[in-house]
C-alpha cells in the first residue's frame, strides 16, 4: 500500500542540527513531490515547505529560508529534511506528506518524527 | 500570504449533530482548498480536496462547498469517530501554503 515511513525521534542541543528522513513506498515516488509539515505541542500545523521528487525543486517557507534544506534520493525513495541552528522553538512534529504541489493537496502522510529540543 | 481563518476554534456537539465549519481565505483560491481531519498522536487526513470533492475512503456524511473566500465542511450527523480537529488548507500558493487555525469538535 502507498505509505511514507519517518525516521525515528530525535532529542537535540540548542544550536544542533536534526535531518529526518521519509521513505516512500507503494507508488511512483518521482511522480510528485513532498511537503514537510510541523506542529509544535498544542499548537496547528505549519507548512515548512515542498520538494519535488523528479526536478529537486524546493519551496520554503520564508521563515526558515536559510536554516532548511530538502533533498529526496530517487534511487531510495526517500525525501530528507535538515534543520539547523535549533532552537526550543523548533521542537515539534515533523510530518512528511505526499503532495503534487497541485491537487489534491496532501494525501499521505507519515507517521510523525518528534524532535524534541532541549538543553 | 494568503490568511486561512477557521471559525469556531471549538465547537461543542452530541452524536447525531449536523455541523458546520467555516474557512475563509484572506484572498481568492478558486477552489483550491483541502479540509485534514487530526486526532491526537496521529498524522492528519485528507477528507476533502478542490473543496468539494471527497477524498476516497472518507465517509460521505462528509461533505464540503464553497469557492473564491468561502468555505465550508459540514459533517452531516457527527459519529463518535469524528471528534477531532479538522483544519482547511489553501494550494492556490505555494509561497507560502497556509493552513487554518484549526477547529476542534468536542463532545457536548
Known amino acids: 500500500q502507498v505509505q511514507l515511513v519517518q525516521s525515528g525521534a530525535e532529542v537535540k542541543k540548542p544550536g544542533a542540527s536534526v535531518k529526518v528522513s521519509c521513505k516512500a513506498s507503494?507508488?511512483?515516488?518521482?511522480?510528485?513531490?513532498v511537503s514537510w509539515v510541523r506542529q509544535a505541542p498544542g499548537q496547528g500545523l505549519e507548512w515548512m515547505g515542498w520538494i519535488s521528487a523528479y526536478t529537486g525543486n524546493t519551496n520554503y517557507a520564508q521563515n526558515l529560508q536559510g536554516r532548511v534544506t530538502m533533498t529526496t534520493d530517487t534511487s531510495a525513495s526517500t525525501a530528507y529534511i535538515e534543520l539547523r541552528s535549533l532552537t526550543s522553538d523548533d521542537t515539534a512534529v515533523y510530518y512528511c506528506a505526499r503532495d503534487r504541489g497541485s491537487s489534491p493537496g496532501m494525501d499521505v502522510w507519515g507517521q510523525g518524527t518528534t524532535v524534541t529540543v532541549s538543553s | 500570504d494568503i490568511q486561512m481563518t477557521q471559525s469556531p476554534s471549538t465547537l461543542s456537539a452530541s452524536v447525531g449533530d449536523r455541523v458546520t465549519i467555516t474557512c475563509r481565505a484572506s484572498?481568492?483560491?478558486?477552489?483550491?482548498l483541502a479540509w485534514y481531519q487530526e486526532k491526537p498522536g496521529k498524522a492528519p487526513k485528507l477528507l476533502i480536496y478542490d473543496a468539494s470533492s471527497l477524498e476516497s475512503g472518507v465517509p460521505s456524511r462528509f461533505s464540503g462547498s464553497g469557492s473564491g473566500t468561502e468555505f465550508t465542511l459540514t459533517i452531516s450527523s457527527l459519529q463518535p469517530d469524528d471528534f477531532a480537529t479538522y483544519y482547511c488548507q489553501q494550494y492556490n500558493s505555494y509561497s507560502p501554503l497556509t493552513f487554518g487555525g484549526g477547529t476542534k469538535v468536542e463532545i457536548k
Open positions: 484572498q481568492s483560491i478558486g477552489s483550491w
Open positions: 507503494g507508488y511512483s515516488f518521482n511522480n510528485y513531490g
